[in-house]
């Protein structure tokens, strides 16, 4: 036979977040009984112990289901790399937009009838930033895309991949060739790039950039957006130029 614990009522006594004010029962007790300790303490036990045994059921009973809670979430998690992974973006997302407070601008119309003619699906705004001097140099020939500033993960995980490849050198990143719609609506190419920036890495539209911007008429304070959508499973690429 199992060790019983005896309750006593010098443990309930000490346990005054659980059974109230020791004190005022105790007054209590001896208006109802008078002042005998025997039966004092017999009607307190009497008044203290369904108390008591109710909070601690109570009590139990929230804290297995703030453990079933918590299997819930874990479990699919744990089992579920797919879910993990949207977790995770979710709170990516979040973080961007804690750090992007500006206006938001709507893709125009006429980008929208754009990309619908060319079948494009999954469109998703990668930027909105304001050009700065070092995107306009043409000795940098770069269009610069901080992740701190991006609005959504538009890479598949190949493509993540393929664009962690180096160059011969060891040292710079390989890049790949994306279709692009200009401000202008025309189509063309570019390069998309990982960058070494500082002892972050950043994407960067590479080649032809600057010839991209002088042809659309480009400078530095105007505000663009490059926008990401899929043709025929491909990633296209669609920069506009906002009106400041």
């Known amino acids: 036979m199992k060790n019983m614990t005896k309750i006593t009522l010098d443990n309930l006594k ?22 005998n300790p025997n039966e004092v303490d017999r009607r307190l036990t009497e008044m203290i112990l369904p108390n008591l045994i109710m909070r601690l059921h109570v009590e139990k009973k929230n804290q297995e289901k703030k453990e079933e809670d918590s299997c819930n979430r874990k479990k699919p998690l744990d089992q579920n790399p797919e879910i993990v992974e949207e977790e995770k973006e979710k709170s990516r997302e979040d973080k961007r937009k804690r ?9 125009p119309t006429n980008f929208e009838y754009k990309i619908k003619g060319m079948q494009g699906s999954d469109i998703k705004l990668v930027i909105q930033k304001e050009l ?63 960058w070494k920036l500082g002892k972050n890495n950043c994407y960067m539209l590479s080649k032809p950039w600057i010839k ?27 920069l506009i130029k906002l009106d400041n």
């Open 212 to 238: 991209v911007a002088k042809r659309n008429k480009l400078e530095s304070s105007n505000t663009i957006q490059l926008w990401s959508f899929r043709g025929n499973q491909s990633l296209h690429l669609a």
């Open 99 to 107: 750090k992007n407070p500006i206006e938001i601008k709507q893709m």
């Open 132 to 194: 700065t001097i070092t995107d306009m140099e043409g000795s940098q020939d770069r269009l610069s895309i901080p992740s701190g500033q991006m609005m959504h993960e538009f890479l598949s995980k190949e493509e993540q991949v393929m664009l962690k490849e180096k160059e011969a050198d060891g040292i710079h990143f390989k890049g790949m060739e994306v279709p692009l719609i200009e401000p202008d609506l025309q189509e063309s190419t570019i390069f998309l790039k990982k």
């Open 14 to 35: 000490s346990s005054p977040a659980l059974c109230g004010d020791f004190n005022k029962m105790r007054e209590e007790a001896i208006r109802e009984v008078g002042d």
